[in-house]
């Protein structure tokens, strides 16, 4: 069974700086596409940032040159540096990813954590 879990969240005041860590663990043969996505209230959730295994990344244009998107594959983990928050940045953040468990290709999310930018 495989499980993503987040970490890092917090409240932090515009301007300011969190780092997101998201683990993987579980029966995992290989992690294609990595990602973070984020969902404010009423709101629909939306892609924030995405990094393949070979590479290419991706972000939102709202957050491009604030955040920036990593990956350890040696220990299955992914991090989210924001730079620069603002208070639209507040969001409960998701991690997910495209997991191979050594019988089929699945997606998985993490349950969310919280970040909170106050003005």
């Known amino acids: 069974q495989v499980q993503l879990v987040e970490s890092g969240g917090g409240l932090v005041q515009a301007g300011g700086s969190l780092r997101l860590s998201c683990a993987a663990s579980?029966?995992?043969?290989?992690?294609?596409?990595r990602a973070w996505y984020r969902q404010s209230p009423g709101k629909q959730r939306e892609l924030v940032a995405q990094i393949t295994s070979r590479g290419p990344i991706n972000y939102a244009d709202s957050v491009k040159g604030r955040f920036t998107i990593s990956r350890d594959n040696t220990k299955n983990t992914v991090n989210l540096q924001m730079d620069g928050l603002k208070p639209e940045d507040t969001a409960v953040y998701y991690c997910?990813?495209?997991?191979?468990?050594?019988?089929?290709?699945?997606?998985?999310w993490g349950q969310g954590t919280q970040v909170t930018v106050s003005s």
């Open positions: 997910a990813a495209r997991i191979y468990n050594g019988t089929m290709w699945g997606d998985y």
């Open positions: 579980g029966t995992i043969f290989s992690i294609n596409t």
